[in-house]
């Protein structure tokens, strides 16, 4: 790890830096445009760490039954891959209690983007956060383990209100898809209920952040929080 701050931060960050001196972890103050070219990005505050890339593990069928020890939420991406999209998915996924976090296909690589991290506001590092080769198995696995998956999807025949605290009385699995293809069928398939978001006709649907925040909210129904985030 590396730190870069902006001068005007040295005080707030005093006992930082002498905690990192301690462990002998590099550290400097730094200008506006040399912390934006090592950010990638004007968008840092002032503030900019450079860290070696998690990991981010496989997801498998003996995951994912245990997730269906207990009652409580965990979310399912199928190709989501916008990393701003993915990031405030994962900080409502946190807010609201979500226990794991996967992502099926190409945006499971870019869970590790700055941009990810930047828009997920520390929600990255509470979550449990999975990269799925095999979506079907892992459900299939969920089901026979006793678990529930509900799917988004706008021609579904439940709608939302029908899945309302779900999650405080069994194990929810939430599938939500890529805002230009949905879910794909074969995980679709596996998937019951179907629940649809009612709205106007203004827009056929919403932003997949959106509508799964809105989802996830409904399962998790209004009591307390269901759990804290973490590895499971």
Known sequence: MRLFYAPTHGHALADVVRALAQRRVPFRGAGEEELARIAGSRAHQGLVAVMEEPPIPVLTAESVRGWARAPGLALLLDGVENPHNLGALARTAA???????????????????????????????SLAAWRVDAAEACIRAFGAAGGVTIALDVAGAADLGDVEGWAQRRPCLLVAGSEEHGVAPATLALCAPRVRIEGTEAVQSLNVAVATALALYALRGRGEPISAPGHT
């Open 95 to 125: 807010f609201l209690g979500v226990r794991d976090f996967a992502v099926v296909g190409p945006g499971a690589a870019a869970l590790r983007s700055g941009a990810v991290y930047r828009t997920a506001e520390g929600a990255m590092e």
